[in-house]
C-alpha cells in the first residue's frame, strides 16, 4: 500500500501564501489521479484541487486563481501552491491518491489568521 507524508502547513495571515507538499513511499502508476482534499472543523471533507493522469486538473471553486496543483513524477511527489490565502481556507489538508486503490495521507494543519 502506498502511503502518503504531507508538509508545508502551518500558521499564515491573510493574503499570504504556503505550498504543501506530498510524498509517496514508492512509485505508483501514473494513470493514477492524485489530488488534495481538505476539511474545516465542523464540515465534510472536499476535494481542493487534482490532476488526472492526462494531466488535466480540476479546482473547487473557492480556490481558482490562488490554487496551483502541480506534479513531479521523478520524486513521487505532488504539491499545492496556496496564494492570497483566506480566513475560510483554514482546514486539515491531506492529500490523495486514487487508482486500483486509494491512497490518504495523514493530514497537515493550515490556519490563516490575523
Known amino acids: 500500500q502506498v502511503q502518503l507524508r504531507e508538509s508545508g502547513g502551518g500558521l499564515v495571515q491573510p493574503g499570504g501564501s504556503l505550498r504543501l507538499s506530498c510524498v509517496a513511499s514508492?512509485?505508483?502508476?501514473?494513470?493514477?489521479?492524485i489530488g488534495w482534499f481538505r476539511q474545516a472543523p465542523g464540515k465534510e471533507r472536499d476535494l481542493v484541487a487534482s490532476?488526472?493522469?492526462?494531466?488535466?486538473?480540476h479546482y473547487r471553486d473557492s480556490v481558482k486563481g490562488r490554487f496551483t496543483i502541480s506534479r513531479d513524477d521523478g520524486k513521487n511527489t505532488w504539491y499545492l501552491q496556496m496564494n492570497r490565502l483566506k480566513p475560510e481556507d483554514t482546514a486539515v489538508y491531506y492529500c490523495?491518491?486514487?487508482?486500483?486503490?486509494?491512497?490518504w495521507g495523514q493530514g497537515t494543519q493550515v490556519t490563516v489568521s490575523s
Open positions: 514508492e512509485s505508483f502508476p501514473r494513470s493514477d489521479t
Open positions: 490532476i488526472s493522469r492526462s494531466g488535466g486538473t
Open positions: 490523495w491518491r486514487f487508482g486500483s486503490t486509494v491512497s
